[in-house]
């Protein structure tokens, strides 16, 4: 049974920077794509950011393009989100997932899903 686990969540005033991780259980190939989504209460989850492994390719949501970097450490089986100059629009739940290598934006092509860590910006 694979298993994400996100962390590294908390609380940051706008213009700040946080790092979040996401730790899968050791079953996820390298291979397999990641992204990271966010919610934000009485919002629609949306993703933010998507790591192709095999091309090396990384693509972003327009309103984290420029911010948000995606990379993924294989000897640690984990995923990181480098956030820079947060915003107060930022604070979410923000989830790891694994995501089909067709996938473009459309969260039926996820898989599976960490329990999410909370993101607060504060202005």
């Known amino acids: 049974q694979v298993r994400l686990a996100e962390s590294g969540g908390g609380s940051v005033q706008a213009g700040g920077s946080l790092r979040i991780s996401c730790e899968d259980s050791g079953d996820v190939s390298t291979n397999v794509c990641m992204a990271w989504f966010r919610q934000a209460p009485g919002e629609e989850r949306e993703g933010v950011a998507v790591f192709y492994p095999r091309s090396g390719n990384s693509y972003y949501s327009d309103s984290v393009k420029g911010r948000f970097t995606i990379s993924r450490d294989n000897a640690k089986n984990t995923v990181y989100l480098q956030m820079n100059s947060l915003k107060s629009e930022d604070t979410a739940l923000y989830y790891c997932?694994?995501?089909?290598?067709?996938?473009?934006?459309?969260?039926?092509?996820?898989?599976?899903w960490g329990q999410g860590t909370q993101v607060t910006v504060s202005s």
């Open positions: 997932a694994t995501v089909l290598p067709y996938y473009s934006g459309d969260i039926a092509d996820s898989g599976f």
